[in-house]
């Protein structure tokens, strides 16, 4: 059974920065892709940034520049460093892993509150 844990949310200034972690079991985590996606209230979820098993990245237009996404494979781990954040980053976090199948894994999400 895929389980995806987030942590590392919570409350920071604006301009601060957060570091949240995704620990993911049951999966070979080492071949699939993982993402991180935000969801603020009244809004649809969208992509943050992924990451392949290749260690190719892409992020969204609006992180570009202050967030940075990586993994540890041997600990099966995806981590979203996130500097210089804005109010408008405010939203639950979620952890995604995809297999090479194209079967999707998502976590139960962590929340980041930055205030102005």
């Known amino acids: 059974q895929v389980q995806l844990v987030e942590s590392g949310g919570g409350l920071v200034q604006a301009g601060g920065s957060l570091r949240l972690s995704c620990a993911a079991s049951?999966?070979?985590?080492?071949?699939?892709?993982m993402g991180w996606y935000r969801q603020a209230p009244g809004k649809q979820r969208e992509l943050v940034a992924i990451?392949?098993?290749?260690?190719?990245?892409n992020y969204a237009d609006s992180v570009k520049g202050r967030f940075a996404i990586s993994r540890d494979n041997a600990k099966k781990m995806v981590y979203l460093q996130m500097n210089s954040l804005k109010p408008e980053d405010t939203a639950v976090y979620y952890c995604?892993?995809?297999?090479?199948?194209?079967?999707?894994?998502w976590g139960q999400g962590t929340q980041v509150t930055v205030s102005s």
């Open positions: 995604k892993e995809t297999s090479p199948w194209g079967r999707d894994y």
């Open positions: 049951g999966s070979l985590f080492s071949i699939n892709t």
């Open positions: 990451i392949t098993s290749g260690g190719s990245t």
